[in-house]
């Protein structure tokens, strides 16, 4: 038996939190313990929806536990393609709110979390979205490579701080992350959802869909703004503070990003993907950045500064998996006639559901955001 799937009431919320969840029940239900103490004002309309990505555990169980006594509408879907973007553009044509918030199921929210995401939006018409930090729990101790005054690799375990201060992501070319981030309506039907072709599947490690996401919303002239006092505490894994982690999460970031500059084409080197130099099919500038990254970590390991030397490890293993995953997308091209092909199946396009309606920004144009 699966929780209901109707909401209490047909009028549209103002706000919808949308969580998409894989066999992590446990942990979904501290976070709806957390969404459920919100501190919000009774005259926003909110609801939460629940998006089960083909989960084998005791996930409708939780949700139907908590339903009945819920504060706010809490709805349940079933998205029986696994891949996180299919779960997500599942719930984002399930709600119609003036404001998607977008959270992970292992997350703990601050009391004033859903207030602080949509005021700036609610405030000012040209801001399309919104971003905060995201704090760790940890579940085993920091390991001594990974630093705690700066987030170079914090990625691979989603956390993010970007200080104290607000400010306008385009301004510094920041994007927030998947896990503490709320998006205007109006935008996700101008620019359409989250293409599953980048979208973690699974216990893969492919992603970037967030990052493809505002590719095309900058595309169409989108602004959004950091907000510190939009923040969240994110579990981090035992399992996920090891150096083996970190290099595969670095390794698929590769070949994510090479995937998004096929579909988006600009590379990391600052050139568009098939005007940059090659030699046996891999691109120049990641084969020199791999090269210049381990000369810096064997110099690093010789000054004993471990942290540095995992930092630029990570990054020599970031370009080469960009570099292979590069070759491999021009050699499937070069089969298909020398046609481009952006993306492994450019059909599920219409899965997002992608429409332009914004006026782009002529200097934004081709501009990769950073993540």
């Avoid at 103490?37 to 989960?55: E, G, M, P, Q």
Wanted: hydrophobic fraction near 40%; glycine fraction near 8%; aromatic fraction near 10%.
């Amino acid at each position: 038996m699966y929780p209901s799937t109707a909401t209490e009431n047909s009028a549209v919320p103002l706000a919808t939190v949308l969580i998409c969840t894989f066999n992590r029940a446990n942990l979904l239900g501290e976070t709806l313990e957390s969404l459920s103490a919100l501190n919000v004002s009774t005259a926003i309309k909110w609801d939460v929806l629940i998006v089960d990505n083909r989960s084998t555990d005791h996930t409708p169980a939780v949700v139907r536990a908590f339903q009945s006594s819920y504060p706010v509408p809490l709805r349940y879907l079933y998205e029986p393609q696994q891949g996180k973007s299919y779960a997500l553009n599942t719930g984002l044509n399930a709600t119609r709110s003036r404001f998607v918030l977008f959270t992970d199921d292992d997350v703990r929210v601050s009391p004033d979390w859903l207030e602080a995401a949509i005021a700036p939006m609610v405030a000012d018409g040209a801001v399309d979205y919104t971003g905060g930090p995201v704090f760790p729990i940890w579940e085993a101790p920091s390991p001594p490579w990974l630093r705690s005054d700066r987030g170079d690799l914090w990625g691979a375990i989603a956390i993010l701080d970007y200080g104290a201060s607000s400010f306008v992501f385009e301004e510094q070319e920041r994007i927030p992350i998947g896990a503490n981030m709320a998006v205007r309506r109006r935008l996700l039907d101008a620019v359409g959802g989250f293409d599953p072709e980048l979208g973690r599947r699974g216990t893969s490690l492919l992603g970037q869909e967030q990052a493809e996401f505002f590719c095309r919303a900058r595309l169409a002239g989108a602004r959004g703004r950091y907000v510190p006092e939009m923040s969240v505490h994110h579990h981090v894994p035992a399992q996920r503070l090891t150096r083996s982690y970190f290099r595969r999460w670095w390794f698929w970031k590769g070949i994510s990003r090479a995937r998004l500059h096929r579909a988006h084409p600009l590379s990391d080197g600052g050139a568009a993907s098939e005007e940059i130099k090659r030699v046996a099919g891999f691109p120049v500038f990641a084969i020199a950045e791999m090269a210049r990254n381990v000369a810096r970590c064997f110099g690093s390991l010789l000054r004993r500064d471990t942290p540095s030397a995992m930092e630029q490890e990570m990054m020599s293993v970031y370009y080469v998996g960009y570099a292979w995953e590069d070759r491999r997308l021009r050699a499937r091209s070069r089969r298909l006639g020398g046609k481009r092909s952006p993306l492994p199946a450019s059909s599920t396009r219409q899965q997002m559901g992608q429409r332009v309606s914004f006026e782009a920004r002529p200097e934004e144009r081709g501009k990769v955001p950073q993540s």
